[in-house]
Structures are given as structure tokens and as C-alpha cells.
Nanobody, 117 residues
């Protein structure tokens, strides 16, 4: 099992909601900025949302007001709550961590989200 493991992807209709979860090892979670990236077919991987160790968040403009990123310390997990999804949210979503202690970058294997009616 990898150091970052995503879950929660699947198919959802436009306007619906979905929650993605990323489970991290304790060492990575406690020392890292965590983020979600996505890669749509034929496009480059891009940042969706990130959350620092102190809970400061940042979102790409296209998901502001629709997506929410949070840290669940008791579970060493980062959540991405997706609401009012649109077809252009269809992508493979990747969990990412950058450790402020080691400087190492970590990627999950990705989870597919498909938004379609």
C-alpha cells in the first residue's frame, strides 16, 4: 500500500455531490502541505485545492464555492468535498503531499471522477 491512498471516486450526475478521501501515513500528514490535483483527458495535471498544516486553504478559480478541502487529523486524512459538479470536473483526481520536514513530494495513484448525465 502506498503512502497516499485515494478513495471515493465514481460517477455522478451534473449538479450532484461527491466526497474524495486521501489517507496518509502519520509522518506525512503531520509534516505536509496536502493538496488535490486533477488531470482531465488530453490535459495536463493541475491544482484543484490545497491546505496547509495550519488549515489555510487555496482553490483554483473554477472550483471556488463548489469544492471544499479539509484535514481530518484523527484519521490522517484529507477530504475533498465536491458539490454542484459539472461535466468539466471529470478527471482523475490525485492526492499530493509535500513534506516541510524532508522536502519530499508524494503522489497517490489517483481516483477517477466522471460527471455525466
Amino acid at each position: 500500500q502506498g503512502e497516499l491512498v485515494e478513495s471515493g471516486g465514481g460517477s455522478v450526475q451534473p449538479g450532484g455531490s461527491l466526497r474524495l478521501s486521501c489517507a496518509a501515513s502519520g509522518d506525512i500528514f503531520s509534516t505536509s502541505v496536502m493538496a488535490w490535483y486533477r488531470q482531465a483527458p488530453g490535459k495536463e495535471r493541475s491544482l484543484v485545492a490545497m491546505i496547509s498544516r495550519d488549515g489555510t486553504t487555496h482553490y483554483t478559480d473554477s472550483v471556488k464555492g463548489r469544492f471544499s478541502i479539509s484535514r481530518v487529523s484523527a484519521e490522517n486524512a484529507v477530504l475533498l468535498e465536491m458539490s454542484n459538479v459539472r461535466p468539466d470536473d471529470t478527471a482523475v483526481y490525485y492526492c499530493y503531499a509535500r513534506s516541510s520536514l524532508s522536502g519530499n513530494n508524494y503522489w497517490g495513484k489517483g481516483t477517477l471522477v466522471t460527471v455525466s448525465s
